[in-house]
T-cell receptor, first 115, second 112 residues
Framework: SAVISQKPSRDICQRGTSLTIQCQVDSQVTMMFWYRQQPGQSLTLIATANQGSEATYESGFVIDKFPISRPNLTFSTLTVSNMSPEDSSIYLC????????????FGEGSRLTVL | RKEVEQDPGPFNVPEGATVAFNCTYSNSASQSFFWYRQDCRKEPKLLMSVYSSGNEDGRFTAQLNRASQYISLLIRDSKLSDSATYLCVVNTYTGTASKLTFGTGTRLQVTL
């Protein structure tokens, strides 16, 4: 399986600040995604991180709030901007590896608490 | 109606019991289906794919009923280590890309 490292694993932030989460994969992957899992909720896709171009956002998520970078095929960042307590959640990076049709590999997640 | 619906549970069962989870999906055009397992405070991991003919992997059996738009997961001879949340996942091709939709999960607690 893919080794996916996320940093930070957890953080406590003040309202109004921004936090950038990093995702590093041990091999090149084509498809890379960012999900959010709020307490007691299902995983919700925020966006698909596209290498060398702007991310593709799902309904309800916008670039100004969740800017994403993907400079190469092994790395991506998600920024949660101007945070409010409603942004408290687990943010997960996930990838699809070649040969693993339909299977998503997830990072361990970044648990964010906004005060 | 939610795209993917699951009974949140929790299902509390004794060790050795057989337990079944159902999941319904709303989009009849959905093409592929999966069960993921998520342990407490951990990331989800693929448990098994669900094939039209049904498939079995050890103590786990997955079934798909396209006519009724539901998927099931049967766990036989439950172990303590089966305690986790089981996520139903549906893959739908939107015309431009595949979209994976997750259910909220069904929590299973296996007890002595």
């Amino acid at each position: 399986s893919a080794v996916i490292s996320q940093k930070p694993s957890r953080d406590i932030c003040q309202r109004g600040t921004s936090l950038t989460i990093q995702c590093q994969v041990d091999s090149q992957v084509t498809m890379m995604f960012w999900y959010r899992q709020q307490p007691g909720q299902s995983l919700t896709l925020i966006a698909t991180a596209n290498q060398g171009s702007e991310a593709t956002y799902e309904s309800g998520f916008v670039i100004d709030k969740f800017p994403i970078s993907r400079p190469n095929l092994t790395f991506s960042t998600l920024t949660v901007s101007n945070m409010s307590p409603e942004d408290s959640s687990i943010y997960l990076c996930s990838v699809v590896r070649q040969g693993y049709t339909g299977e998503l590999f997830f990072g361990e997640g970044s648990r964010l608490t906004v005060l | 109606r939610k795209e993917v619906e699951q009974d949140p549970g929790p299902f509390n069962v004794p060790e050795g019991a057989t337990v079944a989870f159902n999941c319904t999906y709303s989009n009849s055009a959905s093409q592929s289906f999966f069960w993921y397992r998520q342990d407490c405070r951990k990331e989800p991991k693929l448990l098994m794919s669900v094939y039209s003919s049904g498939n079995e992997d050890g103590r786990f059996t997955a079934q798909l009923n396209r006519a009724s738009q539901y998927i099931s997961l049967l766990i036989r001879d439950s172990k303590l280590s089966d305690s986790a949340t089981y996520l139903c996942v549906v893959n739908t091709y939107t015309g431009t890309a595949s979209k994976l939709t997750f259910g909220t999960g069904t929590r299973l607690q296996v007890t002595l």
